[in-house]
């Protein structure tokens, strides 16, 4: 048997379809409304909760190249006047909100740089930015600055650069080690780029690196993951976080995909790919790493962290600057416009560049809350009934149970955690804790 061939179609039950099915907020995206939006200023216009933390995060849309499985706002065709115009409008945008009663006066606690591709920006596009940035809303307490990166754009200038931002957690965009497989899905960079970036990056001796994996790319094989998952435990990096491959609406895959009438997307199975992060997880569990969440391996969990994700999950208040950016503000969700004219058009007129909002309730936000922290593996009871006066464990009965005979988790007096199988499947488990009236199709 050759294991270097690709993986055999799958069954029509098990099969990679188009859509979304990885949760990354509650309700759902597609329940905010732009009649709500309104309640964004009522937001803003609000007091802080005492204690709740703010972050920051900035979206720089910009790439060398789009990937075929990209579903987020990013441009490849803008020159060094349009994106300045850009990075401009951001910090006009960081201005307006600096002014608001929930931001006057605090410090972010966690700022996070995504895209598109931040080490897309020059070095002196990077320092003007962040200085600017900083002198609207100081940033010296941050405990974590996380910048997002793809190998091909870094160079010993801008990764030294970056380390002067005061970047903590470096976050490299590898997804594979193989140019074949890198080539066929879209990616700007060769694995000679991302050998190269990872030893400079560890030269500057940033706190913390990521590596992004994706199992389950157009063309992956048995023995091509098998040394992914080699090579990774090779450079031995802080963090590994592996996402399994979704082929969202809007992506150039989904496109080809409509055009030739094929229903099922042209990469591994669901039943492959949890397969193959199980494996992950096992090899890098056997090279000392432990598992943080249903996506990361972290190889000192004393000392790893990564802030972003577990502030948002646990309500910090987020403001989203740029395009198509999300915001999380005093229990209101919302997006900015999607199209980078529209954004720009909106700053240049003094307005917010609202797309879409929602306002939750105190109960959508505590199932907000609680299934985001499931994707950890591990849910404490007493923080839901301090925080929200509610018992998970009798809320979710019925819900925990089924799941409990399932294998997928357990339920102890102070706990819910779920098993390996539970955690590489999460995403799917979580619709079973939804709203009636915001339960969907689910799409695995």
């Known amino acids: 048997m050759n294991n270097d061939t690709a993986t055999p179609a799958a069954t029509a039950t098990n099969s990679t379809l188009a859509g979304n099915y990885f949760i990354s907020n509650y309700p759902p995206f597609s329940f905010w409304t732009e009649d709500q939006k309104i309640e964004v ?105 996380a910048f997002e990166c793809e190998p091909g754009t870094l160079n010993p200038g801008k990764l030294t650069a970056i380390k002067e931002l005061g970047v903590t957690r470096l976050s490299l965009g590898i997804e ?15 694995s000679s780029e991302v050998f190269t970036a990872y030893e400079r990056a560890k030269t500057e001796k940033f706190e913390q690196i990521n590596i992004d994996l994706i199992a389950g790319m157009v063309e992956e094989t048995e023995a091509k993951w098998q040394r992914n998952i080699e090579q990774t435990i090779a450079l031995r990096p802080d963090s590994v976080t592996i996402y399994q491959m979704e082929i969202p609406y809007n992506t150039t895959i989904y496109k080809e995909m409509k055009a030739e009438g094929k229903l099922v997307a ?31 391996a972290v190889l000192n969990s004393k000392k790893t962290k990564f802030v972003y994700r577990d502030e948002l999950w646990s309500g910090a208040d987020l403001l989203g600057l740029g395009v198509a950016s999300f915001s999380h503000a005093a229990g209101v969700h919302y997006q900015n416009l999607t199209e980078i004219d529209a954004y720009l058009a909106a700053i240049n007129a003094g307005e917010l560049p609202l797309k879409r909002a929602f306002r939750t309730s105190p109960d959508e936000r505590m199932i907000r809350e609680f299934i985001l922290q499931m994707k950890l593996g591990r849910v404490e009871l007493g923080y839901f009934a301090e925080k929200f006066g509610v018992d998970i464990s009798e809320r979710f009965a019925g819900q925990l149970e089924h799941l409990g005979a399932e294998g997928l988790l357990k339920v102890s007096a102070t706990e819910v955690r779920l098993s390996r199988d539970g955690l590489l499947c999460v995403d799917t488990l979580l619709h079973e804790f939804f709203l009636q009236q915001h339960r969907t199709s689910q799409i695995v």
């Open 41 to 145: 200023e009522v937001a803003l216009n609000s007091e802080p909760v005492p204690g709740v933390k703010l972050g920051l995060y900035h979206h720089i849309p910009f790439c060398r190249k789009r990937c075929h499985f990209c579903y987020f706002r990013v441009y490849t065709d803008k020159n060094a006047k349009d994106i300045q115009t850009y990075l401009d409008a951001t910090i006009a945008e960081l201005k307006s909100l600096a002014e608001r009663p929930l931001v006057k006066g605090r410090k972010p606690h966690f700022v996070y740089f995504g895209g598109g591709t931040p080490s897309y920006l020059s070095a002196r596009q990077l320092g003007e930015l962040t200085d600017r940035m900083k002198a609207v809303l100081p940033w010296e307490a941050a405990e974590e600055i």
């Open 176 to 190: 594979s080690f193989d140019d074949h497989i890198l080539e066929i899905n879209g990616r700007a960079h060769r």
């Open 266 to 296: 042209p990469v591994a199975d669901w039943q492959t790919k949890r397969r193959w992060v199980k494996e992950a997880f096992a090899a890098l569990e056997g090279a000392g790493y432990s598992i943080a969440s249903g996506y990361t």
